[in-house]
């Protein structure tokens, strides 16, 4: 299945991740815990020392070199070079009657740490993240000790090296992997798979298939699909292909297909949202004309004689879901709207008058706020014909004025009202978006956009 929404991650987006993430690996690094060592050897096969090894204190751990790569068909890559650390404790050494203890400082250098992660989804369609190999050389420990037998600590002085380097290098793996589990993969699940829009219709954002890495970009195909709160049904229509152009200059891109947007009308069409009342209570102050059958007996003389002096009701409603098309050029529909009127009569039932079809060429403008796809709707040309008629015939060329400043002045209003509130981006926790890109593609919406991570 084509995804009806896609997120596509480039280098520069996943190195600002990379950045975000190794500050907090560098400090879970600086909280490792190391454990105590003691141990025997003998001297010149006569004498047996003891030492231990204890209150080790990890100062600092820097990562300044690193950076993450593309492992095409594979995942990502993390690569650490020349890191360094530095370690303070306490000795302790017996050896026939000498007894001697004191502190010491160890500095570690050039380690190396190479990190593959393997992405996926999950069966609720969230994403996931996991380490599938982790290494870690370290070419440098250097230890010191403060004391007074100093030919003494220069006999176990390579076996604490050793000791010290083999206990770091398993360490800083096993803090890799505990990181990517509780740090990373949590955060990732904060990426919404269902939005709830308003009280009628929800958003699904679920992956339909694990992220594909790329040589150039990191790619997430979510189904991207609007839906009915009250009923789910099936989408009578697939989701095309989208061909993205290759623009790699902002941090990530968003493609949204005509198929999110035309699920949008069907699930609110499906949900009853598409239906809009208008009585004379509802025209806003400026428009100098009211809603009851006088106004309009002068386009439809009959209603003078039939329903003399009384309010009336026009009922919009689509007969079917619109259907949106995106282009080069923009983004256009051409909705069908379903107009009928009524004459409200002294005991407040509705009398039909008659059932209008109006046809418009509708333009929109998109733009992103906050996180949220926003837009507005332009209407072009309306065309009005009959489709019934409770009060005989009349020209309906003549009403043409009357409802265009319905459509434009009333109904457009409230549509915009609710498209300028938007509909949710899927963002995880704490993603702020700048430097926005609007591009029209055939049949898709392409947004660019550079990210910043608001730290707790």
């Given amino acids: 299945t084509n995804p009806g929404f896609v997120v596509r991650i480039t280098q520069a987006g996943l190195d600002y991740a990379h950045q975000q993430g190794i500050a907090v690996l560098e400090k879970e690094l600086a909280q490792l815990k190391l454990p105590d060592i003691s141990g025997d050897f003998r001297l010149r096969h006569v004498a047996k020392v003891h030492y231990e090894i204890s209150r080790l204190d990890l100062r600092s751990f820097h990562l300044p070199y690193s950076r993450i790569s593309l492992v095409p068909n594979v995942g990502l890559q993390v690569s650490i070079s020349n890191a360094f650390a530095e370690v303070d404790g306490n000795w302790r050494v017996k050896m026939y009657f000498i007894r001697d203890h004191g502190s010491f400082d160890l500095k570690v250098e050039n380690i190396y740490i190479k990190i593959n992660l393997k992405l996926g989804s999950d069966a609720s369609g969230k994403p996931t993240i996991d380490t599938s190999d982790c290494s870690t050389r370290i070419s440098k420990v250097r230890v010191h000790f403060s004391g007074k037998f100093g030919w003494l600590y220069n006999l176990f002085r390579s076996a604490i090296e050793s000791r010290f380097r083999k206990i770091l290098e398993s360490k800083v793996c096993e803090n890799v992997v505990s990181s990517v589990r509780n740090e990373l993969q949590p955060y990732l699940r904060t990426l919404p798979v269902t939005a709830r829009i308003d009280a009628m219709t929800g958003i ?195 009403l043409q004025s009357i409802m265009n400043i319905f459509a434009s002045s009333i109904l457009l209003p409230r549509l915009n009202a609710r498209l300028d509130q938007g509909f949710p981006l899927p963002l995880p926790d704490r993603i702020q978006l700048s430097n926005i890109l609007v591009r029209f593609h055939q049949n898709f919406l392409l947004l660019g956009a550079d990210v910043h991570y608001q730290p707790r």
């Fill in 204 to 398: 699904d954002y679920s992956l339909v298939a694990p992220p594909t890495a790329t040589a150039q970009s990191l790619d997430v195909d979510l189904k991207g699909e609007f839906f009915s709160l009250a009923h789910r049904s099936a989408v009578p229509f697939p989701p095309l292909a989208l061909a993205f152009p290759p623009d790699h200059n902002h941090m990530v891109y968003f493609g949204a297909s005509s198929y999110f947007f035309n699920t949008a009308g069907f699930a609110y069409h499906a949900a009853g949202a598409l239906v809009f009342e208008i009585t004379d209570s509802t025209i806003p102050k400026g428009i100098d004309f009211h809603l009851n059958t006088t106004t309009f007996s002068a386009f439809i003389p009959q209603l003078e004689k039939m329903y003399p002096d009384m309010l009336m009701k026009l009922r919009l409603s689509a007969p079917s879901a619109p259907f949106l098309n995106i282009g080069p050029g923009g983004l256009s529909l051409k909705p069908v709207v379903d107009i009928q009127a009524y004459a409200i009569l002294p005991n407040s039932s509705l009398a039909p008058l008659f059932l209008l079809s109006l046809v418009s060429n509708v333009s929109a403008v998109i733009d992103v706020k906050s996180g949220r796809i926003v837009g507005s709707l332009k209407v072009g040309r309306m065309k009005l014909s009959l489709k019934h008629s409770d009060v005989g015939t009349f020209q309906v060329r003549t």
